[in-house]
């Protein structure tokens, strides 16, 4: 949904100022798009190392087009369908009958860890550790977008301040002040439009990634330490259940095999 949202403000933008008269290309000035542009993201990259400035690109594109979304409803239901198979064939059953272990590096750990020690609290440690470093690494990538949408209003007034210069040293000719004015002033509009429109957007939209793929590792732990735990499958869905949001939680006791649960939190 981010390049849709980020195509209907600009539309917005575009169609607003037509009802109103104006001309959407007089806002496409290369200067001022360069100094904003440019001036925001080597700002950014001069307050960081290397391997943050690496990591951006990557992090924008999985802002537009997300490469995998996490599906805790149907990791909670293969757990409980397999459940007892583990209780009476080895916690072993989970690494070649469990979907996720096979395609997720997480999901697996974890089922190697409680398939070859019995402490859950060791299992719990290891895999919360790797929530800890991922979520540092995510940090590290939307913080730089939320930078760029504070210094990209600043830099715009930068260029803004920059053409004005130029105007006022050429107050000879009167009659290309207001077009020269108005040129000036593109570019604090571009760094108020980036900010608000394209950098803090991609800020919250990876924010709001990163708490998803942490509340989806959370289950996966809770689910693998309860299947550990020897809990049969009735056990083990009242305990994953609560992880997850309102609107999957009847779908997967229906699919567990069930009662109906409550929905008193249902506006959650």
């Not at 440019?38 to 943050?52: L, N």
């Not at 708490?211 to 869905?237: C, D, F, H, N």
């Not at 994953?240 to 939680?249: C, K």
Request: net charge positive; charged share 20%.
């Amino acid at each position: 949904m981010t390049p849709a949202g980020i195509i209907m403000a600009l539309g917005a933008i575009v169609v607003s100022m037509l009802m109103d008269g104006g001309q959407p290309t007089a806002l496409i000035k290369l200067p001022a798009l360069l100094l904003v542009v440019g001036g925001t993201i080597g700002a950014t990259i001069a307050g960081g190392v290397r391997k943050d400035a690496l990591r951006m690109p990557k992090a924008l594109l999985l802002a537009f087009r997300p490469k995998y979304r996490y599906d805790a409803a149907g990791f909670a239901e293969h757990l409980i369908t397999l459940a007892r198979d583990a209780r009476t064939g080895g916690l072993k059953v989970l690494e070649r009958e469990l979907p996720e272990a096979q395609e997720d590096a997480f999901v697996r750990t974890g089922v190697e860890l409680i398939a070859t020690t019995s402490d859950p609290d060791r299992v719990r440690q290891v895999l919360e550790a790797e929530i800890m470093a991922m979520r540092d690494r995510h940090r590290t990538c939307w913080k730089a977008y939320a930078e760029m949408a504070g210094f990209a209003p600043t830099i715009g007034i930068l260029g803004t301040v920059i053409g004005l210069v130029r105007v006022l040293g050429n107050l000879t000719s009167p009659g290309k002040l207001g077009p020269a004015i108005a040129s000036a002033f593109t570019a604090t509009l571009w760094g108020v439009l980036s900010a608000n429109i394209i950098w803090l957007p991609i800020s919250n939209k990876l924010k709001r990634l990163s708490e998803e793929e942490t509340r989806y590792k959370a289950l996966v732990i809770e689910g693998l330490l309860a299947v550990q735990e020897g809990l049969s499958g009735p056990q083990l869905r009242d305990r994953l259940v609560p992880y997850l949001p309102p609107e999957d939680r009847e779908q997967t006791v229906a699919a567990t095999g069930g009662v109906r649960v409550a929905r008193g939190d249902a506006a959650a």
